[in-house]
């Protein structure tokens, strides 16, 4: 697990930039199973991609080294890079920044092949991009710093999965104890990977980095570690995103 501790808040604005993208292309950002994966062939499922690509490419083009992507499940990240693939927005993306993806059925000599192939990658002005998956062996167990980490993104609202005995005893367990204790627990447990995601970017006094949250869902909430969500700012769309990080990034490096 990632530990952070949190700089002194009159330095923490110039280290980072937290952005929540609710809606992108005229688009809602909503990253739940009945609007983007239950049905990946209607018009809504397509629009949700079609709109998280958009958003995607004005961070990438904003951005310098490497870019952190983290989706919600890998059904999420697999319906997404089918659909960019086949309206061609993967191959944009790609002529940004080189991708790098995180494959479930890697074997672990494969996995740690591919994140020191991104690592290296993000090293360049250019940079790279990983697509990963929460509570995936690159969110819990790889390590990424500096130039490997100068932007994170969250996909969709990264609830653990319903219907996993683990996460339905410890509903159960908790229910037991107090009335609705497992519900609040799981809600706590998707915000901690949105707080987990936002330490990545924060290890040392001089690191910076940029947060997008891009969800409907992933607004200011209690749960949100406090030195990051006072902070938070809600933008209108892929423009003004794009916007702000290249402001961002161009006080801090010659992009």
């Given at each position: 697990a990632i530990t952070v501790e949190a700089p002194h808040?009159?330095?923490?604005?110039?280290?980072?930039?937290?952005?929540?993208l609710p809606i992108a292309a005229g688009v809602t950002l909503?990253?739940?199973?009945?609007?983007?994966?239950?049905?990946?062939?209607?018009?809504?499922?397509?629009?949700?991609?079609?709109?998280?690509?958009?958003?995607?490419?004005?961070?990438?083009?904003a951005s310098p080294n490497g870019m952190l992507a983290f989706f919600k499940s890998y059904k999420l990240l697999d319906l997404a890079i089918k659909r960019w693939t086949s309206t061609g927005q993967l191959d944009q993306i790609k002529q940004i920044k080189p991708v790098f993806v995180e494959a479930p059925k890697l074997t672990g000599d494969g996995f740690n092949a591919r994140i020191t192939q991104y690592r290296a990658a993000a090293q360049s002005k250019k940079g790279a991009l990983l697509l990963a998956v929460m509570r995936g062996r690159a969110a819990e167990g790889a390590d990424f710093k500096d130039n490997?980490?100068?932007?994170?993104?969250?996909?969709?609202?990264?609830?653990?999965?319903?219907?996993?005995?683990?996460?339905?005893?410890?509903?159960?367990?908790?229910?037991?104890?107090?009335?609705?204790?497992?519900?609040?627990?799981?809600?706590a447990e998707a915000w901690r990977q949105v707080n987990q995601a936002a330490g990545r970017?924060?290890?040392?006094?001089?690191?910076?980095?940029?947060?997008?949250?891009?969800?409907?869902?992933?607004?200011?909430?209690?749960?949100m570690s406090s030195w990051y969500r006072d902070r938070l700012r809600e933008l209108p769309g892929a423009t003004a995103l794009n916007k702000d990080l290249k402001a961002f990034f161009s006080r801090k490096i010659n992009i």
């Open positions: 808040l009159d330095t923490l604005d110039k280290m980072l930039l937290p952005i929540h909503d990253g739940s199973f009945k609007n983007a994966t239950d049905q990946p062939q209607s018009q809504q499922s397509q629009k949700y991609f079609d709109a998280l690509a958009t958003a995607f490419l004005g961070v990438a083009t490997a980490a100068r932007v994170g993104l969250v996909f969709g609202f990264p609830y653990p999965p319903r219907f996993d005995v683990a996460t339905r005893l410890k509903i159960d367990h908790d229910d037991r104890r107090e009335d609705h204790a497992g519900d609040k627990w799981y809600k970017l924060i290890r040392h006094k001089h690191a910076f980095g940029a947060l997008v949250l891009l969800d409907k869902n992933l607004g200011q909430n209690v749960n």
